[in-house]
């Protein structure tokens, strides 16, 4: 028989508590379980519990990866960049991510973000005046960002993917003249 990795508890009449088991601790050996209350319906309470289950089933976390896009860049993506290439490459990025992404994007939940959203960031960047190569630069920061976090769990998918940049416009050949 299956064992149950998923409950709805009646507390009251318009409360429900869900619980979802987590696994056994591996140090004490204790039952791990993942308790909320909600107000609402039955059919409400079922929803929670199903979405609940279907992230745990695909591995992330249940508290969805609260962390904003600020936090993760500050500690994730400085620890797996950093090692991986040059100081003065590292500190181009930390740059470009100070002054283009943090002020658009930097207080949204990491798990929150959608590719319009990206869009945005670079249409944003765009209309500051800068070359389209900066705008494609920062694009190719922000998305090699998210697929780190899409690696660690943190995001199911990479919302900078698919994304149309701004191509830089090629100059025209000239003749030298002599």
Avoid: C
Wanted: avoid cysteine; glycine fraction near 6%.
């Amino acid at each position: 028989m299956a064992r149950k990795v998923g409950q709805i508890i009646a507390r009251g009449d318009p409360r429900w508590l869900i619980r979802v088991y987590l696994g056994r601790d591996h140090e004490t050996k204790k039952r791990n379980y993942y308790n909320r209350t909600i107000h609402g319906s039955m059919r409400e309470a079922q929803a929670y519990l199903t979405r609940k289950l279907r992230e745990r089933d695909l591995g992330r976390d249940l508290e969805g990866a609260k962390i904003t896009l600020n936090e993760y860049l500050d500690r994730g993506f400085e620890i797996a960049v950093r090692a991986s290439v040059r100081p003065k490459t590292f500190q181009d990025y930390h740059g470009m991510l100070q002054r283009y992404v943090r002020p658009i994007l930097g207080d949204r939940v990491l798990a929150a973000l959608r590719p319009l959203d990206v869009q945005t960031m670079n249409q944003q960047v765009t209309e500051r005046g800068l070359s389209a190569r900066t705008v494609r630069y920062t694009h190719v920061v922000v998305k090699s960002a998210m697929q780190q976090a899409v690696r660690w769990r943190l995001l199911l998918e990479n919302p900078a993917d698919g994304l149309k940049v701004a191509q830089q416009p090629r100059n025209k050949m000239r003749a030298l003249l002599r």
